[in-house]
């Protein structure tokens, strides 16, 4: 299994940014992926998560109304758009996969079995 986020770069408050994360070695279409970020000093969160099965997706409320989650299944990529960015939303932003993740009652970085490496995402004032 391979996850590989990219897009994360340097914005200017209520700019955007769209990342992507790129999957391998696992069957997509049947499979939940999830984006989650961590703040330095602080845990890690879910934001939103999509499954890629009946194209169900959760929003965490902090996604609600400037995140967008995106499945390409003929790519095998799971995008996230991000709006109106606030200094808030600086953090490594990670992609994670899992057979029987995005239940529906929320996300939780313990329902993710595979994980990318992360993408930076800075947000100055």
């Known amino acids: 299994v391979q996850l590989v986020e990219s897009g994360g770069g340097s914005v200017q408050a209520g700019g955007s940014l769209r990342l992507s994360c790129a999957a391998s070695?696992?069957?997509?279409?049947?499979?939940?992926i999830g984006w989650f970020r961590q703040a330095p000093g602080k845990a890690r969160e879910g934001l939103v998560c999509?499954?890629?099965?009946?194209?169900?997706?959760w929003y965490e409320d902090r996604a609600k109304g400037r995140l967008t989650i995106h499945s390409d299944k003929a790519k095998n990529t799971v995008y996230l758009q991000m709006n109106s960015l606030e200094p808030e939303d600086t953090a490594v932003y990670y992609c994670?996969?899992?057979?029987?993740?995005?239940?529906?009652?929320?996300?939780?970085?313990?329902?993710?079995?595979?994980w990318g490496q992360g993408t930076q995402v800075t947000v100055a004032s």
């Open positions: 999509i499954r890629n099965s009946d194209g169900g997706t």
């Open positions: 994670a996969a899992d057979r029987l993740g995005c239940s529906g009652y929320g996300i939780s970085i313990y329902e993710f079995d595979k």
């Open positions: 070695g696992f069957p997509f279409d049947d499979w939940a």
